[in-house]
T-cell receptor
């Protein structure tokens, strides 16, 4: 049981490049989400999904796209990277929506630098 | 606007003493509260939670107290150990679609437990 896995661990991009951050979970969790953590800002929600085929925006969705074609995978796409997207990105999953007393399990994070 | 606030960025406590981490929230719809612990270069890990129908929840050395009227919760660690040194995030969620069913995080408090 690997839990929540994220790849890559580190990435450096140039402004304007695109890339996909991968996230997978093997716990058959319905709810998945992406957060970014910036210094002094805590974790902010980018996008979330309550199940395969269903996604929605969080607090800071601009510049990011997501899709959820399977229960296991929830990739995050940066369409045209900007220096403001330099951050640490965390993927998380839970059995159901967090508000129904379900703890979220977090991946180890992807540290992204945009030059 | 930050709905979950941790007003102490850092806290230093001697080993064996009590650590008290505080958290305030503004959204009266929040009904589930969690504490996460984060070590450097790792994802947050769930520590303890409490629902709004309770005012206290204990798990070993960790106790969370909830004061709904004051919109305040606290995490007590007794006794504190050097391995508890980490960043602690307070989080809250509301079982309402407008909230995205998401966790709202505070900015974190860095706890240092000294021998």
């Amino acid at each position: 049981n690997a839990g929540v896995t994220q790849t890559p661990k580190f990435q450096v991009l140039k402004t304007g490049q695109s890339m996909t951050l991968q996230c997978a979970q093997d716990m058959n969790h319905e709810y998945m989400s992406w957060y970014r953590q910036d210094p002094g800002m805590g974790l902010r929600l980018i996008h979330y999904s309550v199940g395969a085929g269903i996604t929605d925006q969080g607090e800071v969705p601009n510049g990011y796209n997501v899709s959820r074609s399977t229960t296991e995978d929830f990739p995050l796409r940066l369409l045209s990277a900007a220096p403001s997207q330099t951050s640490v990105y965390f993927c998380a999953s839970s059995y159901s929506i967090p508000a129904t007393y379900n703890e979220q399990f977090f991946g180890p994070g992807t540290r992204l630098t945009v030059l | 606007d930050q709905q979950v606030k941790q007003n102490s960025p850092s806290l230093s406590v001697q080993e064996g003493r009590i650590s008290i981490l505080n958290c305030d929230y503004t959204n009266s719809m929040f009904d589930y509260f969690l504490w996460y612990k984060k070590y450097p270069a790792e994802g947050p890990t769930f520590l303890i939670s409490i629902s709004s129908i309770k005012d206290k929840n204990e798990d070993g050395r960790f106790t969370v107290f909830l004061n709904k009227s004051a919109k305040h919760l606290s995490l007590h660690i007794v006794p504190s150990q050097p391995g508890d040194s980490a960043v602690y995030f307070c989080a809250a969620s509301a079982n309402h679609p407008n909230s995205g069913y998401a966790l709202n995080f505070g900015k974190g408090t860095s706890l240092l437990v000294t021998p």
